[in-house]
């Protein structure tokens, strides 16, 4: 059944750096576009980044242009991203999915990420 696992999030100050893993089950990763997204309190789900099958299309949200980049490793079926330049706004729970898993209910439990001083 698809699984997802994400790592890495932590507190960091802003300004810092913080990469996060998912690692993927369950599903072909190497066919699937892969998505991130954060939650942050009393806020809903919000898209952050998509990288395309083979990783050569990506895309962001415009708070995040500039500062995120999304990658993909398809032999280890792990999804990537890194943050630099974090503000305490991107403070959230980070998810990753494919959109076109067929779970269109199921999320990990994400991986937290606080930036504060």
């Known amino acids: 059944q698809v699984h997802y696992v994400e790592s890495g999030g932590g507190l960091v100050q802003p300004g810092g750096s913080l990469s996060l893993s998912c690692a993927a089950s369950?599903?072909?990763?190497?066919?699937?576009?892969m998505s991130w997204y954060r939650q942050a309190p009393g806020k809903e789900r919000e898209l952050v980044a998509t990288?395309?099958?083979?990783?050569?299309?990506?895309n962001y949200a415009d708070s995040v242009k500039g500062r995120f980049t999304i990658s993909r490793d398809n032999a280890k079926n792990t999804l990537y991203l890194q943050m630099n330049s974090l503000k305490p706004e991107d403070t959230a729970v980070y998810y990753c999915?494919?959109?076109?898993?067929?779970?269109?209910?199921?999320w990990g439990q994400g991986t937290q990420v606080t930036v504060s001083s």
């Open positions: 369950g599903f072909t990763f190497r066919s699937h576009v």
């Open positions: 999915k494919a959109p076109a898993d067929g779970n269109v209910g199921y």
């Open positions: 990288i395309s099958s083979l990783g050569g299309r990506s």
